[in-house]
């Protein structure tokens, strides 16, 4: 078979080729980022029937992607973890300690455009020109002989980045690509809070640049709840079904879809 590709919740994808299996930035519970934040939409999740996994990788220190009670969860229950199943990182001090204390093996650091070969899977870390955070991040290719899927996450890229990719793998089969412009920061520091066009555009740019035989929106499956609920009509300025709109328009020979978890 090909890969099978299945959003789990916000950016955690459980990617399922062959014999192996791959689980990135896993968030398992509720709540998020210091519990000021709900998965949204909500998931039932039954970890019971979760397949082993081979590979885990972990795309940046932000706490929707580093969720720390899902990584203790997954060090402690030998149920989904394989007993060497290998954990890709970035080189992170404080996140690469995290693991040490939670007594993570097999640990490898990744670096840009460097390829791992792992259990007939061919891993392709991707940069992020992301001045913003002081710590790395990284988008990840998983390619399986015949298949080739991106996942960009929260990555920033350029031009020569995505040059990169293609003189890499071609044309890509699926990406999951950055649609949402996050604007907390803006709430906060009493910036403007309308859409913001010129970040908005790029992640069209990034899609219709990629070229991908198939795209779906990724990373924002979460709001805030209870007294912080009404941070929610200012910090998601738009929703998948629009950004799929706007990249029709924008790009109307890329096949895409809405990506909820469960697809």
Known sequence: RNMITTLISHACLLVQSRDTTLLTDPVFFDYLWEDCNVQCPSINLDLKKFPKVDILNISHRHQ???DIRTLAYL??????????????APRDEILLEVLK?????????VEDFKTFEIKG?????????????YF??????????????????????SPDIIKVIHRL???LDFAHVRYLPLLEGSFSFHNPLELPVEEYSSFLKVASA?????????????KYRDEFGFLNQYSFPTTQEQFLRDLADFCPDIASDVFYPGD
């Open 64 to 66: 929707d992607h580093f």
């Open 75 to 88: 060090a402690k229950d030998a149920s989904i973890l394989a007993p060497d199943a290998v954990v890709l």
């Open 101 to 109: 204390e939670l007594e993570f093996k097999n640990v490898r650091v």
């Open 121 to 133: 899977l061919t891993l392709t870390v991707t940069p992020s020109l992301n001045k913003q955070d």
């Open 136 to 157: 790395p991040e990284h988008g990840l290719l998983v390619h399986d002989g015949e298949v080739t899927i991106w996942n960009q996450v929260d990555t920033i890229v």
């Open 169 to 171: 793998y071609g044309q």
């Open 210 to 222: 990629c070229r991908p035989k198939f795209a779906v929106p990724g990373s924002a499956g979460f």
